[in-house]
């Protein structure tokens, strides 16, 4: 699949042979700052990303080290950055030379592309236009519209990218207000985790930390894309196969970010461009694969363990003895799997596997990282705890340079859990919330997003209030999402651009425009800063660096408050404006309903490098029913057994993201690091699986739902792109193959959407004449 190759008038593809990082991200950093018109002051705030006293990167959660590098940001980081602070804005007069209806022919590019949003705004009926609303009034009406409906028709969502003071008040306010429908992004993304986890080891989120990759001798990586998705990590993966450690790796497609890196901030390496392997195997593991591919690994250590003497064993039985649970039933699971039925499910050989068992049995201390690979699959949970299981094996929780590190997307998601945002009420203390706060957490459980999006189709959800995000777009369904949405009573966008969630919208709708976290934030007390949670359990400060978009925007604490005193009145005992005025005695709330976490948190908060959360099973304390860490059989080899199918026309979609996008923000249409360039309306696909379907690259096709639940699920206009992908394996972009993802193609316990493993049919699309 070599050499350039024009497929249509926008589409170009042509393998990208280079390392990531290198020359090519310092061009693309260079592009996206001369795009948003920030050249001088954009690469001033860049020096203050991810520092103590700086503002927390927007783009993903990975870690953010004590001793930060002189630029402590990455290509994608620097995008989003200079995205938010973009000189462009959208105005009143922008909306009012527009209708909705206009605007809903833009596609996710222009729409956001357009700029910062300036005014709070409130849809006319009577133009299909967006108009200009002063905050009281619209405070005032959406304070009425909720409080006419039943508490449980309403769901507030909230996209991972709010700070934990922000979460905190919303988190109370919705039940405030009489609900627990508190969805969020993490419902789509890492719920998998947050269920899988604590059954097995008694935490919620992963136990390493950065110092474990000075310490691990070897680095398991299953279903996540560091190159584009967290391109931080390849710092610590760079200093670790330095060292010689083995990294290996199970991604169906090969990654770049895998393969090589050269660091854009080491003129040396910049200069020779020698580029640092990242993976030592490379494991083409067919999607839904990896349980098996998993229980292969550890059948193969288990015929280690029989062949070595006792004095040397495979499994570290000290721990297994004294740690564990389950390990008979672990051990008999995997006696009864064929090595047959295992090659068959992955798709890679028994000996690829017996390669990793072996690297994995010489190291002593192992780091387990995922993305979302695993999470996103109707067995995603199994899948996360048989790799658990195999951690277990060797003894590889609770000790220094090991771990299990599910890589989370948002930066603030993990940190939104760890304050109350969850559907849960289990999870939030309610006996604390009552007392100081004089709330009472609803005892139902609330809805998740599936769940949210079920009711939206079925007419019992009336109101939804998006905190970020862009929900239309990020969920399943679409077809059967978008109608249900535009019948809904009330639409509420807390936004920082424009995108499709509020242009398909309720009968009554408001665009609230906020300030984006690099934005100075004046309060009564002066300027504010907010805190953030990475993806090791490390919360930080973030300081804004640059004035406001406009002078219309408003915080989202401020934005909350507004709406909490309007929908929920004399229904909680908190000072709404006085939290407001300083974010300090927000913080200070959030340490006495979470002491364990964050006492002391305004003092802590501006450490160098942060605070980490307490982690019992780090201390390997495990806080689960057995009091153990618990080995749990999988109930299948298939992390999608509802949807598997012996058709052999049925091929597995996986959904991806491209270099140039965070989630449905669209900055370009190329993805450098697969080489396509022009046109995100692509497939890729092995050759064999060209031929067979009697295509050629370049075609023009539709792909279609395999499901007989009398939905039609379609998408046409995709070019086929040859590509190296397991055969029976496609795969295409996040959201413009939302449409073909059923809402019932989900994560059994997590609910998670089953983004990575979607049956579908390719069919050729007529040629146009
Ligand atoms: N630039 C950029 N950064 C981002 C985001 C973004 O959109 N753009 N999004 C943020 C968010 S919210 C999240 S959650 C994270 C997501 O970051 P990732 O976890 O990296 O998510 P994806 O890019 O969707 O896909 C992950 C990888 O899984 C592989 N894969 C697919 N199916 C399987 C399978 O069955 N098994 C295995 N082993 N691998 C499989 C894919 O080939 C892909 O390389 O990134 C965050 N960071
Ligand atoms: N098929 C498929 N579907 C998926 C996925 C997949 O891999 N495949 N991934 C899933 C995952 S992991 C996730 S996390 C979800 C993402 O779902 P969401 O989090 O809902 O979506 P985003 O695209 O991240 O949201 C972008 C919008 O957030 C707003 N925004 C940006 N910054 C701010 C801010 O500071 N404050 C506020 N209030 N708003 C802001 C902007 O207006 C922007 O348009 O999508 C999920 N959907
Ligand atoms: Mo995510």
């Given at each position: 699949?070599?050499?350039?190759?024009?497929?249509?008038?926008?589409?170009?593809?042509?393998?990208?042979?280079?390392?990531?990082?290198?020359?090519?991200?310092?061009?693309?950093?260079?592009?996206?700052?001369?795009?948003?018109?920030?050249?001088?002051?954009?690469?001033?705030?860049?020096?203050?990303?991810?520092?103590?006293?700086?503002?927390?990167?927007?783009?993903?959660?990975?870690?953010?080290?004590?001793?930060?590098?002189?630029?402590?940001?990455?290509?994608?980081?620097?995008?989003?950055?200079?995205?938010?602070?973009?000189?462009?804005?959208?105005?009143?007069?922008?909306?009012?030379?527009?209708?909705?209806?206009?605007?809903?022919?833009?596609?996710?590019?222009?729409?956001?592309?357009?700029?910062?949003?300036?005014?709070?705004?409130?849809?006319?009926?009577?133009?299909?236009?967006?108009?200009?609303?002063?905050?009281?009034?619209?405070?005032?009406?959406?304070?009425?519209?909720?409080?006419?409906?039943?508490?449980?028709?309403?769901?507030?969502?909230?996209?991972?990218?709010?700070?934990?003071?922000?979460?905190?008040?919303?988190?109370?306010?919705?039940?405030?207000?009489?609900?627990?429908?508190?969805?969020?992004?993490?419902?789509?993304?890492?719920?998998?985790?947050?269920?899988?986890?604590?059954?097995?080891?008694?935490?919620?989120?992963?136990?390493?930390?950065?110092?474990?990759?000075?310490?691990?001798?070897?680095?398991?990586?299953?279903?996540?894309?560091?190159?584009?998705?967290?391109?931080?990590?390849?710092?610590?993966?760079?200093?670790?196969?330095?060292r010689g450690v083995p990294i290996i790796t199970f991604n169906p497609l090969r990654e770049r970010g895998l393969e090589e890196f050269v660091n854009p901030q080491a003129p040396g390496e910049m200069l020779t461009d020698k580029p640092t392997r990242i993976s030592s195997q490379y494991h083409q593991v067919r999607s839904g694969g990896d349980t098996a591919a998993i229980m292969g690994i550890a059948k193969a250590l288990l015929a280690r363990e029989d062949r070595t003497d006792a004095t040397n064993p495979v499994i570290d039985w000290a721990f297994v003895n004294e740690h564990t649970h389950g390990w008979d039933e672990f051990a008999e699971a995997i006696n009864l799997c064929e090595w047959s039925e295992i090659e068959k499910r992955c798709g890679l050989q028994r000996d690829a596997l017996e390669a990793a068992a072996g690297a994995y049995a010489q190291a002593n201390a192992v780091m387990f990282i995922y993305g979302m690979g695993l999470t996103q699959h109707e067995q995603g949970v199994e899948t996360v705890q048989t790799l658990i299981n195999l951690a277990l094996m060797r003894g590889n929780i609770g000790k220094p340079g090991a771990g299990i590190c599910p890589v989370r997307g948002h930066s603030n998601v993990q940190g939104q859990r760890t304050v109350g945002i969850t559907e849960k009420p289990w999870m939030v203390p309610a006996d604390k919330i009552k007392q100081q706060f004089g709330i009472e957490v609803p005892a139902n459980k609330g809805l998740t997003t599936v769940e949210a999006c079920a009711k939206v189709i079925d007419g019992s959800v009336r109101a939804m209030v998006l905190l970020g995000g862009n929900l239309v777009r990020a969920v399943p369904e679409h077809r059967l999402v978008e109608p249900a949405w535009r019948k809904l009573r009330l639409t509420v966008n807390i936004l920082t651009k424009l995108n499709r969630s509020a242009l398909v919208h309720g009968e009554v709708s408001f665009i609230l425009p906020c300030l984006g976290r690099i934005e100075f934030d004046e309060q009564a007390s002066g300027r504010q800063a907010t805190a953030m949670e990475d993806s090791t359990g490390c919360m930080h400060g973030s300081r804004g660096q640059v004035a406001p978009a406009s002078p219309h925007l408003l915080s989202e604490p401020r934005i909350i408050a507004g709406l909490a005193k309007a929908a929920a009145p004399g229904r909680s005992i908190i000072p709404w404006d006085h939290w407001v005025a300083d974010y300090g005695r927000i913080r200070d709330a959030i340490a006495a309903t979470y002491p364990d976490i964050f006492h002391d948190f305004n003092a802590r908060l501006w450490q160098p490098g942060g605070f980490h959360r307490p982690l019992p099973a780090r201390e390997r304390q495990w806080k689960t029913k057995t009091g153990k860490a618990n080995f749990i059989v999988p109930a299948s080899l298939a992390s999608d057994p509802k949807t598997e199918t012996r058709d052999p026309d049925v091929v597995q979609l996986i959904t991806l993201r491209s270099n140039g996008q965070f989630n449905t923000t669209i900055y370009s249409y190329d993805d450098r690091f697969r080489g396509i360039y022009g046109s995100r309306y692509v497939v890729l696909m092995h050759p064999r699986d060209i031929d067979r379907f009697g295509l050629k690259e370049g075609a023009m096709v539709t792909l279609a739902t395999a499901a007989s639940d009398g939905v039609t699920r379609e998408v046409g206009g995709f070019r086929v792109v040859a590509y190296d992908i397991p055969p029976g394996c496609i795969a295409g972009y996040y959201p413009e193959c939302n449409p073909l993802l059923p809402l019932w193609h989900h994560e059994k316990k997590a609910k998670t959407p089953a983004a990575k493993s979607i049956p579908v049919r390719v069919k050729a699309d007529a040629p146009t004449a």
């Amino acid at each position: 699949m070599a050499n350039k190759r024009r497929l249509s008038g926008d589409l170009e593809v042509e393998p990208y042979e280079g390392p990531s990082g290198g020359w090519g991200s310092v061009r693309s950093l260079a592009r996206s700052l001369t795009r948003e018109h920030v050249p001088i002051k954009g690469s001033r705030v860049l020096l203050n990303q991810n520092k103590t006293g700086g503002f927390m990167c927007v783009s993903c959660a990975w870690a953010k080290p004590a001793d930060p590098r002189v630029f402590e940001f990455c290509e994608n980081g620097a995008k989003a950055t200079t995205w938010e602070i973009t000189h462009k804005r959208v105005t009143p007069e922008f909306f009012a030379a527009r209708t909705v209806t206009e605007l809903e022919s833009w596609d996710d590019h222009h729409l956001e592309a357009a700029g910062r949003l300036t005014h709070p705004m409130r849809w006319d009926a009577r133009t299909d236009k967006y108009l200009p609303v002063s905050w009281e009034e619209a405070f005032a009406e959406i304070g009425r519209e909720l409080q006419a409906l039943h508490p449980d028709s309403a769901v507030f969502y909230t996209s991972g990218r709010a700070s934990l003071e922000a979460s905190f008040m919303y988190g109370l306010f919705a039940r405030a207000y009489g609900t627990n429908n508190l969805p969020d992004s993490s419902n789509m993304c890492h719920e998998t985790s947050s269920v899988a986890l604590p059954e097995s080891i008694g935490v919620p989120v992963g136990t390493c930390t950065l110092d474990d990759f000075y310490k691990t001798d070897c680095i398991f990586f299953f279903g996540q894309n560091v190159g584009t998705s967290s391109p931080r990590m390849l710092h610590q993966l760079q200093d670790a196969a330095r060292r010689g450690v083995p990294i290996i790796t199970f991604n169906p497609l090969r990654e770049r970010g895998l393969e090589e890196f050269v660091n854009p901030q080491a003129p040396g390496e910049m200069l020779t461009d020698k580029p640092t392997r990242i993976s030592s195997q490379y494991h083409q593991v067919r999607s839904g694969g990896d349980t098996a591919a998993i229980m292969g690994i550890a059948k193969a250590l288990l015929a280690r363990e029989d062949r070595t003497d006792a004095t040397n064993p495979v499994i570290d039985w000290a721990f297994v003895n004294e740690h564990t649970h389950g390990w008979d039933e672990f051990a008999e699971a995997i006696n009864l799997c064929e090595w047959s039925e295992i090659e068959k499910r992955c798709g890679l050989q028994r000996d690829a596997l017996e390669a990793a068992a072996g690297a994995y049995a010489q190291a002593n201390a192992v780091m387990f990282i995922y993305g979302m690979g695993l999470t996103q699959h109707e067995q995603g949970v199994e899948t996360v705890q048989t790799l658990i299981n195999l951690a277990l094996m060797r003894g590889n929780i609770g000790k220094p340079g090991a771990g299990i590190c599910p890589v989370r997307g948002h930066s603030n998601v993990q940190g939104q859990r760890t304050v109350g945002i969850t559907e849960k009420p289990w999870m939030v203390p309610a006996d604390k919330i009552k007392q100081q706060f004089g709330i009472e957490v609803p005892a139902n459980k609330g809805l998740t997003t599936v769940e949210a999006c079920a009711k939206v189709i079925d007419g019992s959800v009336r109101a939804m209030v998006l905190l970020g995000g862009n929900l239309v777009r990020a969920v399943p369904e679409h077809r059967l999402v978008e109608p249900a949405w535009r019948k809904l009573r009330l639409t509420v966008n807390i936004l920082t651009k424009l995108n499709r969630s509020a242009l398909v919208h309720g009968e009554v709708s408001f665009i609230l425009p906020c300030l984006g976290r690099i934005e100075f934030d004046e309060q009564a007390s002066g300027r504010q800063a907010t805190a953030m949670e990475d993806s090791t359990g490390c919360m930080h400060g973030s300081r804004g660096q640059v004035a406001p978009a406009s002078p219309h925007l408003l915080s989202e604490p401020r934005i909350i408050a507004g709406l909490a005193k309007a929908a929920a009145p004399g229904r909680s005992i908190i000072p709404w404006d006085h939290w407001v005025a300083d974010y300090g005695r927000i913080r200070d709330a959030i340490a006495a309903t979470y002491p364990d976490i964050f006492h002391d948190f305004n003092a802590r908060l501006w450490q160098p490098g942060g605070f980490h959360r307490p982690l019992p099973a780090r201390e390997r304390q495990w806080k689960t029913k057995t009091g153990k860490a618990n080995f749990i059989v999988p109930a299948s080899l298939a992390s999608d057994p509802k949807t598997e199918t012996r058709d052999p026309d049925v091929v597995q979609l996986i959904t991806l993201r491209s270099n140039g996008q965070f989630n449905t923000t669209i900055y370009s249409y190329d993805d450098r690091f697969r080489g396509i360039y022009g046109s995100r309306y692509v497939v890729l696909m092995h050759p064999r699986d060209i031929d067979r379907f009697g295509l050629k690259e370049g075609a023009m096709v539709t792909l279609a739902t395999a499901a007989s639940d009398g939905v039609t699920r379609e998408v046409g206009g995709f070019r086929v792109v040859a590509y190296d992908i397991p055969p029976g394996c496609i795969a295409g972009y996040y959201p413009e193959c939302n449409p073909l993802l059923p809402l019932w193609h989900h994560e059994k316990k997590a609910k998670t959407p089953a983004a990575k493993s979607i049956p579908v049919r390719v069919k050729a699309d007529a040629p146009t004449a």
